[in-house]
């Protein structure tokens, strides 16, 4: 059975970081792209970032680039979202999930599973 647990999340002032993790199980995580999405009632489901298997190709959302970090270390099956300089409106359920389809070219990517997230609230 595939599993994500998604953990990190919490209330953090404007300015703040935070920094998320996802353990993942039942696959062979370091096969796999990975991504993080968030969602709120307001926006729906949003895409943030991915990573490639190897943890060596990252892509953002326009949003979020120069803020957030991707990462993984594929030996303790883990990936990571650093959230630096976070604002108000990053304040989402943010998921991490396993891509079965990627095209870095075309920015295409889909996912198979996710976890249960982790919820983000930024305020003063």
């Known amino acids: 059975e595939v599993r994500l647990v998604e953990s990190g999340g919490g209330l953090v002032q404007p300015g703040g970081s935070l920094r998320l993790s996802c353990v993942g199980s039942g696959f062979d995580f370091g096969l796999y792209a990975m991504t993080w999405v968030r969602q709120t009632p307001e926006k729906g489901l949003e895409w943030v970032s991915r990573t490639d298997a190897t943890g060596s190709r990252e892509a953002y959302a326009p949003s979020v680039q120069g803020r957030f970090t991707i990462s993984r270390d594929n030996k303790k099956n883990t990936l990571f979202l650093q959230l630096n300089g976070l604002k108000t409106e990053d304040t989402a359920m943010y998921y991490c999930?396993?891509?079965?389809?990627?095209?870095?070219?075309?920015?295409?990517?889909?996912?198979?599973?996710r976890g249960q997230g982790t919820q983000v609230t930024v305020s003063a």
């Open positions: 999930a396993r891509l079965r389809y990627i095209d870095w070219d075309r920015a295409e990517a889909t996912f198979d599973y």
